[in-house]
């Protein structure tokens, strides 16, 4: 008897930190790190001078290696593939491993380290880079949300709330690390973000939902974290655009980033032992009843010919299966999904909605240089974008979750989210001084909240079984809109703005190295096309609100909560077991 207790004791006071590091809440902590390491692409419009000024480009390719990046950072649907065979563990590693190979490659380029490659090479490298972000996204956003159905809006939020703040994050850790080297960023985000998938990679995986009581509470204390993180990057932003900062106070601001991000983990480690407390506490009074033996009666004899019959009842096609769709809430094939209305919906609206929003950000730094904004605050409106990015994924997160309880559907708010990103658009249109900041925040909030919001439709109307798959294939339509408005807009629009001015002033393009365009005229005819396909955008969207209007009435997690139930049932029975199976050992001991 005493020994079985030594060895129960001995049991509970060992095995906390592998119950800790296997637990779900620290999935999540490590999930927030994998994400504030998976944002490099917001990061792009701080290098993309080096790129345009090193490899002597114009604007029109350099919108091109825009399009590229953009294409790789939405193309997800081959991490969504393999993370339908594969454990999560492989989909982080390989994300890892393409990462480090497209960024170290531009890196290189760059910096004079190989030949100067080809405009196709250096797509391809930002691409691979790029579409890395897709694989940190499926391991480690899609699980989340799997292990947390009930809170997929906050988890969202959160997720991509950190994404969001990994470009002010990764500039304050590059200032520590190299300086103020705008080509040591490119080689920051190829090695670090592939080194926190791999120090995580055996930590994210789909665990049992039981759903805790507490549960959106603790959320709501990550929630802190991450507006302290955020108030804190975009005070030092404001300060290190004001002053001249020494290394030395680049590296304190970097401790501090890094001291916020692990204060996650002591949440983590208190909601851990709390569970790990309760689940050793012995049960007071626990009763499991036993559903009545019932004989089962032998089936009555089939007619000789009803194996023929079976045999000879008709099946639905192949064609017919996937036209024939299940009511929305339910989980949808793949086909089903990708060949719905509701889909082709949100493929339209996104187009109109993502494309617009990431044109104006990979176009900021040209922006601000065209409206005669010094070098020091231009890059201030990347970090704007990305703090306000953050604020929009979890605004549209918390709120949202909040709001879908009242019956108010994610739907009308993506609507709305589009109506105001127009306004964003039509600032920078029609200038005004310190226009551009109003502008940044605005249009990093929308770009936010779109995405936040277009993921949890996505998952609210087609299920949760394929929604690796599902997740990535929602975003295809913003590369398609960033191609035909960035490169096919943006791009011919400014460089036929910059044509204009060298031929005023009796040059021709052969006799500059880059093509520049100064003055409000540059960008005011791409941000009113801009305004007016967020406008289409949002009508578009306001249909699948009409669509959708009776669904969000209902309960949308009604079957969650009772699969939630059958998991607490299941384990208190599993527990109730344990409990005696323990003590028939001691009194056989």
Known sequence: MASAEMITVRGQGGGFLLHLIRGRWFMVFASFWIMAGAGATYLFGIYSKDIKASLGYDQSTLNL??????????????????AEVTPTWFVLLVGSAMNFAGYFMIWLAVTGRIAKPQVWQMCLYICIGANSQNFANTGSLVTCVKNFPESRGIMLGL????????GAVMTQLYLAIYGNDSKSLILLIGWLPALISFIFVYSIRVIKVVRQPNEVKVFYHFLYVSIALALFLMVMTILQKQFVFSHALYCVSATIVCVL??????????????????????PTEV??????????SKPAALPSNSSTQLEEKPKGSFLSSIFKRPERGEDYTILQALLSIDMLILFMATLCGLGCSLTAVDNLGQIGESLGYPTRVISSFVSLVSIWNYS????????????????????????LVLLLSAVGYLIIALPFPGSVYIASVIIGFCFGAQLTLLFAIIS???????????????????????YILNVKVAGLLYDREALKQLAAKGLTRS?????????????????????????????????????????YKGDIYKK????????????????????????EKAVDR
Do not use: H, W
């Not at 399009?67 to 790789?72: A, E, N, S, V, Y």
């Not at 193309?75 to 969504?80: D, I, K």
């Not at 983990?265 to 709390?274: D, T, V």
């Not at 949760?464 to 294939?473: A, D, E, R």
């Open 560 to 583: 969650y909560r009772e699969e939630a139930k059958s998991a607490e049932t299941q384990m208190a029975v599993s527990s109730v077991n344990g409990e005696q199976g323990l003590k």
């Open 159 to 166: 997720m991509k709330g950190f994404v969001g703040l990994s």
């Open 65 to 82: 290696l825009g399009f590229c990046k953009d294409l790789g950072a939405n193309v997800g649907v081959l991490s969504g593939l393999i």
């Open 460 to 482: 609210e109307l087609f299920g949760l079984k394929y929604y690796s798959t599902l997740f990535n294939c929602g975003q295809l339509a913003s590369p398609l809109g960033s």
């Open 511 to 551: 006799s500059v190295k880059e093509l520049t365009c100064i003055g409000n005229q540059c960008y005011r005819s791409t941000f009113l096309v801009l305004t007016g396909a967020s406008l289409v955008g949002a009508l578009i969207s306001f249909i699948l609100v009409l669509r959708t209007r009776e669904f």
């Open 392 to 415: 929009g994924r979890v605004f549209a997160g918390f709120l949202s979750e909040y709001l879908i309880r009242l019956r108010f559907p994610r739907t009308l708010m993506l609507t």
């Open 287 to 296: 009763t499991v009843e036993k559903p009545p033996v019932v004989e089962e």
């Open 261 to 282: 991000l692990f204060v996650p983990l002591a949440i983590a480690a208190r909601e851990e032992f709390a569970l790990r407390k309760l689940k050793n506490q012995p």
